[in-house]
Nanobody, 115 residues
Framework: VQLVESGGGSVQAGGSLRLSCAVS????????MGWFRQAPGKARELVAQ????????SYADSVKGRFTISTSNAESTIDLVMNSLKPEDTAVYYC?????????WGQGTQVTVSS
């Protein structure tokens, strides 16, 4: 499984960005997909994730109501729409895909929110 993120950048507080992750490879084995982020000096944290069976979605409390995760019909992309961005959302954002045995990561994309 290969994951390639795009869509990061710099934006002012209150702005919006859309991140996209192209998923390729043996995707039928994936059961959970999502986005994590890591700010400087902090641990990597879950932002949002969606299960392939049933489409159950969960969000970190800090992004609820502002971020929306979705997948394409063919589940070849994982998108994250981020609205009302805050400076504390500044981080490297990583796409993530999990099977029962392996966790895959993208290379990360920088999101910078200025006040």
């Amino acid at each position: 499984v290969q994951l390639v993120e795009s869509g990061g950048g710099s934006v002012q507080a209150g702005g919006s960005l859309r991140l996209s992750c192209a998923v390729s490879g043996i995707t039928f084995s994936i059961n959970v997909m999502g986005w994590f982020r890591q700010a400087p000096g902090k641990a990597r944290e879950l932002v949002a994730q969606i299960t392939n069976s049933g489409g159950r979605i969960s969000y970190a409390d800090s992004v609820k109501g502002r971020f929306t995760i979705s997948t394409s019909n063919a589940e070849s992309t994982i998108d994250l729409v981020m609205n009302s961005l805050k400076p504390e959302d500044t981080a490297v954002y990583y796409c993530n895909a999990q099977t029962f045995f392996v966790t895959y990561w993208g290379q990360g994309t920088q999101v910078t929110v200025s006040s």
